[in-house]
């Protein structure tokens, strides 16, 4: 049976990702993608007919076939799996005894299968056409400010590491690149290390103590290769010497299009270089030299997002580099510390992914006019767990490999989707997996990607090399928006020393940014997916956590059981000393109350004492009569013997007498009934605070 997948047209994908699904099912629990696959198929024809279309273009996937080695010859392995039909198409037939053939046999699936991409390399590809056919024009864009991102995809032994970083005497497509990019930027450098990238796509100014920092790393680093020969030095300007490993490049150009400065322009260029890795959803600084130590650990770098948006590794070294020479310097640096650190580790390099970035800076005297990214990205080998039969941490390492590539078809499964669809706004999980996360940009329009797939021809690998082949045709689905104002790289931002923004219409706020790196922080861990782990693998970890949820709520428990207690005790310590206070203080106002009221009473009555006395005796003045008077009067009444009674007067003065004194006596009186009901007021408002005391000293 045969099917034909030609992705160049529209609408013929369905049945190559529909398979591909099927593998995914398969292989992998992430099963949700596969609805996703399969519905930008049928959606593909409707996008490509219209007028919009024509502002996109599809992400370019090429096809690279390397060739059988002597080994795989004589091993048979030779059995003419891969077929190819014409410069953008191959058939691949499957083998007798591989898994898709028993399937076909089965009546499940085809034996055959047609795949088209945007160029086909077979296996006499030099490496000069093959960086002339895929990546030239990417590199010729990022020379005036546009950003490339370039994969190489494959199995392990594919041929990704010789198609991007390639041998001796046929270098790769990254010391292509390199080259092409040193001969245009050649008289035009810009010496000073003093302007340098930073945080996702601004540019730092370095003071001078920082320049001889960099100095410093980059000795530092170049030292890490002293042991080894140095490579031959660059002699001419169309042929260069340089080397990865124990490889060394020697490009030369018979055939490379000079890319012209424009006149007149007085632009200088500086180049910074980086390497890492991610293994294991973790990235790791390839210039960062591996701990010697069996039990040090390498240190994860984070990635972070500034606040325009763009991803990177936080402290990632970037690397200043004056020629190609330099770079392929670091090139090998990475790829040593790479193998050490795979060797530690015991894994195999291939099962990270590794990637070489170029930043370009133009700058017109100290001002930097763009900033252009050109990123190599050598993925992991694709090869599934059913295969390989990995278990425990090879099982969680292979999970996470393919994961990210899973992740990495899961955004362009999505990106498709909402393409497909200008009403729909899907979510496109970037953020899922490192690798996708880094990339994120390049993929919403702020710079060109393509892929290049590597496959052998090998009999043993068709049906891993089946499953690169359909991937890589749901990729090839992708269309990436290229806005030509988008794609331009904007100016960067300028930010000082302490990255304080030095640019007159420069946005960073320090502050918002440090709390957003904080925040970042927080948000970024480096969990590992346990999603891939066997299903009883799971079931045990969850157990786990659940005990340990368990035991943890209850500690917590326990612990805010003996918290409240003690704030309990305090605070009743506290209100009883309180209250005590508060009795006392109501005791000693009572009776001073009652010393002021008795007191004023003594006094009333004193006062009251003195003035009837007082009255009396004015009284007695008033009607004082002298003795001959009165003994006169006396003998007068006794002989007229009239009366016995006292004479009119006396009665009338003593009257008056009682009468002022009983007025007296009344206003005195009242002012002591005044007093004694002050008294009485001023008991009851003791009483009442002192309930009110017991009262809230009961609620407590
Ligand atoms: N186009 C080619 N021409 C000649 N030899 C090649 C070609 N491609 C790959 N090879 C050779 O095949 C072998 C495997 O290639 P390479 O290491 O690049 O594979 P890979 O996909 O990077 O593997 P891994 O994933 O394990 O790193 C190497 O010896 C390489 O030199």
């Given at each position: 049976m045969t099917t034909?997948?030609?992705?160049?047209?529209?609408?013929?994908?369905?049945?190559?990702m529909e398979s591909t699904c099927n593998d995914l099912h398969a292989c992998n629990p992430h099963r949700d993608v596969l609805s996703e696959l399969s519905s930008i198929a049928s959606t593909q024809s409707e996008v490509l007919d219209t007028a919009e279309q024509?502002?996109?273009?599809?992400?370019?996937?090429?096809?690279?076939?390397?060739?059988?080695?002597?080994d795989e010859i004589s091993s048979n392995e030779d059995q003419g799996c891969v077929v190819l039909e014409n410069a953008r198409t191959v058939m691949l037939h499957a083998p007798k005894g591989s898994a898709t053939m028993k399937s076909s046999e089965k009546g499940v699936g085809q034996a055959i299968h047609t795949f088209s991409f945007s160029q086909i390399f077979g296996p006499e590809t030099k490496q000069a056409d093959l960086f002339e056919g895929t990546i030239k024009s990417q590199v010729h864009d990022y020379l005036e400010g546009k950003n490339a991102l370039v994969f190489s995809y494959g199995v392990t032994n594919a041929g990704k590491t010789h198609t991007i970083q390639g041998s001796q005497k046929d270098p790769g497509i990254l010391p292509q690149a390199l080259d092409v990019i040193f001969r245009h930027i050649k008289g035009r450098q810009y010496e000073n290390m003093d302007l340098k990238p930073y945080l996702g796509s601004d540019a730092q100014y370095l003071g001078p103590d920082q320049v001889q920092q960099e100095r410093n790393t980059k000795a530092a680093i170049f030292a890490l290769l002293k042991e080894e020969n140095e490579p031959p030095h660059v002699s001419g300007v169309s042929s260069h010497s340089s080397s990865t490993g124990s490889l060394s490049f020697s490009v030369s150009y018979d055939n490379t299009?000079?890319?012209v400065a424009v006149s007149g322009d007085r632009s200088q260029f500086a180049l910074w270089v980086s390497?890492?890795?991610i293994y294991n959803e973790s990235v790791y600084d390839l210039l960062q030299a591996s701990p010697t130590s069996k039990t040090q650990?390498?240190?994860?770098?984070?990635?972070?997002?500034?606040?325009?948006?763009?991803?990177?590794?936080?402290?990632?070294?970037?690397?200043?580099?004056?020629?190609?020479?330099?770079?392929?310097?670091?090139?090998?640096?990475?790829?040593?510390?790479?193998?050490?650190?795979?060797?530690?580790?015991?894994?195999?390099s291939s099962r990270s992914h590794s990637i070489f970035t170029i930043k370009l800076l133009r700058i017109d005297g100290t001002e930097v006019q763009t900033m252009s990214e050109l990123s190599l990205c050598d993925l992991a080998g694709s090869e599934r767990c059913g295969k390989t039969k990995t278990f425990g941490e090879r099982l969680k390492e292979a999970g996470n490999i393919n994961n990210s590539l899973l992740i990495l078809g899961k955004c362009i499964a999505a990106l498709r989707s909402n393409q497909s669809d200008r009403m729909k706004n899907g979510y496109i999980p970037f953020r899922e997996s490192k690798l996708t996360r880094l990339f994120q940009s390049i993929f919403c329009g702020k710079g060109r990607a393509s892929m290049i797939v590597n496959i052998n021809q090998c009999a043993?690998?068709?049906?891993?090399?089946?499953?690169?082949?359909?991937?890589?045709?749901?990729?090839?689905?992708?269309?990436?928006?290229?806005?030509?104002?988008?794609?331009?790289?904007?100016?960067?931002?300028?930010?000082?020393?302490?990255?304080?923004?030095l640019l007159k219409n420069g946005v960073i706020d320090d502050q918002a940014l440090e709390n957003y790196l904080s925040e970042e922080e927080l948000l970024d861990e480096d969990e590992a997916d346990m999603s891939i782990l066997p299903q009883e693998d799971l079931l045990n970890v969850i157990e786990n956590l659940r005990a340990k949820l368990l035991a943890e709520r209850r500690k917590n428990l326990v612990q805010e059981i003996d918290i409240r207690k003690e704030m309990g005790d305090a605070m009743l310590q506290q209100l009883m000393e309180s209250e005590e206070l508060r009795n006392r203080q109501v005791a000693e106002l009572k009776e001073s109350y009652q010393e002021k009221l008795e007191n004023t009473f003594e006094m009333y009555k004193d006062a009251l004492k003195d003035h009837a006395y007082q009255r009396a005796l004015e009284r007695i003045e008033d009607d004082y009569v002298p003795l001959e008077e009165f003994i006169a009067e006396q003998e007068k009444v006794e002989s007229n013997a009239l009366t016995t009674r006292l004479p009119y007067h006396m009665s009338l003065v003593y009257f008056q007498l009682i009468v002022s004194l009983q007025k007296r006596i009344a206003v005195l009186n009242d002012a002591l009934h005044e007093a004694g009901e002050r008294f009485f007021d001023k008991t009851i408002e003791i009483e009442t605070l002192h309930k009110k005391l017991a009262d809230q000293v009961k609620t407590i």
């Open positions: 034909i997948i030609d992705l160049t047209h529209d609408g013929t994908v369905l049945d190559a024509q502002k996109h273009q599809h992400l370019r996937v090429y096809l690279r076939v390397r060739p059988f080695s002597k299009v000079e890319f390497f890492y890795e650990r390498r240190t994860a770098l984070r990635v972070c997002e500034d606040s325009a948006g763009n991803s990177y590794v936080r402290d990632l070294k970037w690397i200043n580099v004056h020629n190609s020479e330099e770079a392929c310097k670091i090139l090998r640096v990475g790829n040593k510390n790479r193998s050490a650190a795979s060797t530690k580790m015991n894994h195999s043993s690998t068709y049906d891993e090399t089946l499953h690169v082949m359909k991937f890589s045709a749901i990729a090839k689905q992708v269309v990436q928006l290229i806005p030509t104002k988008c794609l331009e790289s904007l100016t960067p931002r300028l930010v000082g020393r302490n990255g304080k923004p």
